[in-house]
């Protein structure tokens, strides 16, 4: 979520991003990515439409730049090759139809307390819980937005267990431009790590294999599995 040209973390190529997913995600069928595309979402999304029965999942798909990314109510995700990670993963959890309204939130503990998990090492415990989360799943670091989730179902062979698509758009650089075009506070992982050591590589690996525990958890103990943990994590506690 950057509109900034200057890229200050380095960057690996599609290529790269690709061979080392690959080895780090061996549980998932498919690890893709790509220069550009429109949607990562919108993509496995219609290769779930395309794909109803298959087994296939979970998948992985990122990109340098997604042309008509977006947020949650179809807000527009701006973003720049190399200052945003912008990937989703598509996952076929046994999950009802009917237990899914807490998934979103479920999803934001898991990726807020993945990435601190990478940060306590670089920062200390109490730095790294700086980055909290805002109901129900933006993550924010000093109360600016870092990053949006993105969730959505697609069909498949058990119409009462749909496919989630989840999508992640990441601020790595650029936050100081497009704070001051939006008027509001955006944060990006400069603000973070000023020695910009953040592998986003390393982030993207670890926000899937997070993601994916949590939808085996939230199978088996729903939303309340996640409700006190939820207090670790609330950016607006006390407010």
Request: proline share 7%; glycine share 10%; net charge neutral.
């Amino acid at each position: 979520m950057t509109a900034d040209s200057t890229v200050a973390i380095p960057f690996p190529t599609p290529n790269t991003f690709q061979e080392r997913l690959s080895a780090l995600l061996p549980g998932f069928s498919s690890v893709n990515w790509v220069d550009s595309t429109g949607s990562t979402n919108k993509d496995l999304g219609d290769l779930a439409r395309e794909m109803v029965g298959a087994t296939s999942w979970p998948r992985l798909l990122g990109a340098h730049l997604q042309t008509a990314g977006k947020g949650r109510a179809a807000r527009p995700w701006h973003n720049t090759a190399g200052a945003c990670l912008m990937f989703s993963c598509g996952f076929a959890p046994r999950i009802g139809a009917g237990e899914l309204p807490g998934i979103a939130p479920a999803l934001g503990i898991a990726s807020c307390l993945a990435i601190r998990s990478l940060l306590v090492p670089r920062l200390g415990v109490r730095a790294a819980h700086q980055l909290t989360l805002k109901w129900p799943n933006d993550l924010q670091w000093k109360g600016a937005k870092l990053a949006g989730i993105l969730v959505e179902t697609a069909p498949s062979a058990k119409p009462q267990q749909p496919l989630l698509i989840i999508g992640m758009g990441l601020n790595l650089s650029g936050a100081a431009q497009l704070s001051a075009e939006l008027n509001r506070p955006v944060a990006d992982f400069s603000h973070i790590l000023d020695d910009h050591s953040v592998d986003p590589i390393e982030l993207v690996a670890a926000l899937a294999q997070a993601w994916q525990r949590t939808l085996q958890d939230y199978a088996t103990s729903g939303y309340a599995g996640f409700a006190a943990r939820y207090q670790e994590v609330d950016g607006l506690l006390g407010e």
